[in-house]
Each structure stands twice: as structure tokens, then as C-alpha cells.
């Protein structure tokens, strides 16, 4: 009989058995159980479990009812049917999990792309970056990368973008910016160090303000034309033939800002000065204020008094353009 006193133990491991299944799904454990293990972890034998009525086995499995019968049936009848009502909201509860353990699974596939490791991607646009921006420089260029921060940390990125700081130069220590073109739309700055070894000239001996250079005034050296100072002079070409403009020591790196064009006209020499027009030119003498290299303009004191500007060319001569 359903209400007899040999049958509440049995009732008993029933609601045991409900609620260890109410755990398992309030813990998110999976309760893809077997009927006989759920009984088992209740404490129920299979035996046991067989002599209970039908409608107390059916507390010890997953309804495949539909839970709208169940609950309906259950809410208009005083039957035992109204126990496994709980029963039946577990096989959604079952659904619902099912649909979280996917996007869960789904997650950890993509956290897979989210989270690898991309720095000897980045190291190999930034070089290929540098190398073009080197290209123009004289020697051998050479780069270090220093170690990217957050290597796995980002999202994949299949197009990255290296730019420097306006006005910085790719020589020495310096900073590129990183960024990723793609959704993920992601930036981060990269320390590198440079170097471009080339020849450059040094002074063999002591030079005087003034002094005309000559080959044996200058010698070649090797270094990091990142550790020289701007605007070194790389070629011998731009040296031999000029004239110091400051005082210069032996061994001293040669600029191109302390050299200076030979003058073609010196202080109080004696000038010719040519004035051109569209349908004239007419030529006077007179003798120069100041010494002038060669386009510069000089200041010319002519033989009747006047003082005229011209500019200074090869051959003593001074002219004048109207």
C-alpha cells in the first residue's frame, strides 16, 4: 500500500536520492548518471530499488515524459505522480547545462586563438620594418628587439602595423608603436636598438681655425653611427678642399657644420666687378671688404667711392644681377 509504514524507509532513500540529485545540478556536476549509480549513491540496492512500487522507481530516473504533462498532471491530481515533478525539472535543468557546458567548450576553443603566444610574430614585423627604414643609410644596419610584454595576453592579429614618432630617427635606442589592423585593434610600443656600422673621418692632427684640409689632415674610421653625433662627415670628398671653421684636435670626428668652402676672393683683393642686365653688363674694379667663398655674397668698395654687393665667383670676380 502506498501510505503503509514498510514503505517510508523506501520514501525515505527516495527524497535522498532527490536530493543528490538536487546537489549534483546546483553544483553543475554532469547527471548523465545511470539509474543503478543513482540508486547506488543513495543508498539503495538494485534490489531494494526493485521491490519499490513503480511510481517510487520513477524517483530514481530522469522522466522522459514531458515535463508540461508531468507538472499539469501533477497540479489537478493528489497522486504520487506530484514527487517526481521535481524529477521532471531536473531534465530541463539538464537542458539548460547542456547549453552552458557548450559555450563553455566554445569559450576554451577561442581563449585557445586568444591567448597564444605572439612575439616572434611582432619581432619579425618590426625587423622587416627596420630594414626598410635603414635602407638609405650608409653600412651595415643590425637590430635588437627587446623581449614583448604580454606575449600571450592578446588576441590573434593576422595584419600588424610598425610606425615610429614623427621626426625619430631609426638609428640608435629607440621606441616603435605596434598595432594591430585587424578587429582586435590592439597597440603596444617595442623598445629596439639600432646599429649601423660605418666609416667616418677623424682629424689626424690638430687644425686651425681657417686652415685648408688636405688628405693627410683626415683619416678613417669604423663605429655605430648611432653613437656619433649628427651630421658626421662619412665621405672624403666633403673634407678635402674645405677649411676648418673652428679649431679642431687631433683625432676629433669631422661635421659638416665646422667645415667651411674655401673663400675665392680674399679680404682687400683687388676684384672685377660685372653688373648684368637683360640688354647690358658693364664691368668696374674695386677691392673687396671681406674674404667670400665661392656663391657667398662679399661687399666690394669700387674706385669711385661706392660700395656695391655682389657674389663671389672663381677668378676674382664679383657679380652683379639686375
Request: charged letters at 15%.
Amino acid at each position: 500500500m502506498h501510505g503503509s509504514c514498510q514503505d517510508k524507509p523506501n520514501r525515505r532513500e527516495a527524497d535522498k536520492t532527490r536530493a543528490y540529485l538536487a546537489f549534483a545540478f546546483r553544483s553543475q556536476a554532469l547527471p548523465a548518471l545511470s539509474t543503478s549509480v543513482i540508486a547506488a549513491r543513495a543508498g539503495v540496492t538494485s534490489k531494494q530499488r526493485q521491490s519499490l512500487p513503480p511510481w517510487r522507481r520513477q524517483s530514481f530516473s530522469i522522466r522522459r515524459r514531458p515535463c508540461a504533462d508531468i507538472e499539469n498532471h501533477a497540479a489537478t491530481q493528489a497522486s504520487p505522480l506530484a514527487s517526481s515533478a521535481g524529477t521532471c525539472l531536473n531534465r530541463g535543468m539538464l537542458t539548460q547545462l547542456s547549453r552552458c557546458i557548450s559555450a563553455f567548450l566554445l569559450s576554451l576553443a577561442s581563449l585557445g586563438a586568444y591567448a597564444q603566444d605572439d612575439s616572434q610574430q611582432i619581432r619579425t614585423a618590426i625587423e622587416a620594418y627596420l630594414r626598410n627604414q635603414t635602407a638609405g643609410l650608409p653600412g651595415q644596419a643590425s637590430f635588437t628587439v627587446s623581449p614583448v610584454e604580454g606575449a600571450s595576453g592578446r588576441p590573434a592579429c593576422p595584419a600588424l602595423d610598425v610606425s615610429m614618432a614623427p621626426g625619430a630617427r631609426a638609428i640608435g635606442r629607440t621606441t616603435v608603436l605596434v598595432r594591430c589592423r585587424s578587429a582586435a585593434n590592439w597597440a603596444i610600443y617595442v623598445s629596439v636598438q639600432i646599429k649601423v656600422m660605418t666609416e667616418y673621418l677623424v682629424t689626424t692632427r690638430p687644425l686651425n681655425q681657417g686652415q685648408l684640409i688636405g688628405e693627410s689632415d683626415v683619416t678613417v674610421q669604423t663605429g655605430d653611427l648611432g653613437s656619433l653625433p649628427s651630421g658626421i662627415v662619412l665621405d672624403s670628398a666633403q673634407a678635402i678642399g674645405r677649411v676648418a671653421a673652428i679649431p679642431m684636435p687631433a683625432g676629433r670626428p669631422l661635421l659638416v657644420d665646422q667645415l667651411r668652402q674655401p673663400p675665392v676672393i680674399q679680404a682687400g683683393q683687388t676684384v672685377k666687378v660685372i653688373s648684368r642686365g637683360p640688354t647690358f653688363e658693364v664691368s668696374n674694379e674695386g677691392k673687396a671688404l671681406s674674404a667670400a667663398a665661392e656663391g657667398k655674397i662679399v661687399q666690394v668698395r669700387l674706385n669711385n667711392g661706392q660700395t656695391v654687393s655682389g657674389f663671389a665667383r672663381q677668378g676674382g670676380i664679383v657679380e652683379i644681377s639686375f
